[in-house]
């Protein structure tokens, strides 16, 4: 199983960012996949949840700015971050759920998203 | 929506010591609970799910225990590469929430 997270970068605030994962190694489609982050010296935040039939979930923290979305075709999930905020400078981890629980059994390397100006 | 409190936020212990972390859900998840190890640096790693299990390839010197709203991680004998961070994480249904974390030093 492999996780490769990407498009984290320097924004200002009020800025928007797209991250993607790209997943190999097992049948993607058939798991639910999820975002994670990690604020600098801080706690893990779990963000939101995709299930593979489709079902989204979000963290109260960032629901009506973040925006999860997988494409089973391309073994790929995304984040589309709007209204960014200084608070949502971490290091944002991509992460597999075992099959038919949502724990997570696969972490990507994480990408990093700063919010400043 | 349910929170997850760990204590104590940080230990300092001995090598070959037992050490105990707490986890406490504010309503039952019955055993939707998960244990990771951060190391400095590094990305979390899968120690125990179902509150007991221990994820294949984790060493037998870590346990889980609990059900409900109390949970336990027990390193039964510390060594100094289980330096971490350790997390707890209720998975019952969403949101799926993590609890303060846990830092473990070598006293």
């Known amino acids: 199983v492999h996780l490769v997270e990407s498009g984290g970068g320097l924004i200002q605030p009020g800025g928007s960012l797209r991250l993607s994962c790209a997943a190999s190694?097992?049948?993607?489609?058939?798991?639910?996949m999820n975002w994670v982050r990690q604020a600098p010296g801080k706690g893990l935040d779990w963000v939101s949840l995709?299930?593979?039939?489709?079902?989204?979930y979000y963290a109260d923290s960032v629901k009506g700015r973040f925006t999860i979305s997988r494409d089973n075709v391309r073994n790929s999930l995304y984040l589309q971050i709007n209204s960014l905020r200084a608070e949502d400078t971490a290091v944002y981890f991509c992460?597999?759920?075992?099959?038919?629980?949502?724990?997570?059994?696969?972490w990507g390397q994480g990408t990093l998203v700063t919010v400043s100006s | 929506d349910i929170q997850m409190t760990q204590s104590p936020s940080s230990l300092s212990a001995s090598v070959g010591d037992r050490v105990t972390i707490t986890c406490r859900a504010s309503?039952?998840?019955?055993?939707?609970l998960a244990w990771y190890q951060q190391k400095p640096g590094k990305v979390p790693k899968l120690l125990i799910y179902?509150?007991?299990t221990l994820q294949s390839g984790v060493p037998s010197r870590f346990s889980g225990s609990g059900s409900g709203t109390d949970f336990t991680l027990t390193i039964s004998s510390l060594q100094p590469e289980d330096v971490a961070t350790y997390y707890c994480?209720?998975?019952?249904?969403?949101?799926?929430?993590f609890g303060g974390g846990t830092k473990v030093e070598i006293k």
């Open positions: 179902a509150a007991s």
């Open positions: 309503q039952g998840i019955n055993k939707f």
């Open positions: 992460a597999s759920s075992a099959y038919y629980n949502d724990y997570f059994d696969y």
């Open positions: 994480q209720k998975y019952n249904s969403a949101p799926l929430t």
């Open positions: 995709i299930t593979s039939s489709g079902n989204i």
């Open positions: 190694g097992f049948a993607f489609g058939s798991y639910n």
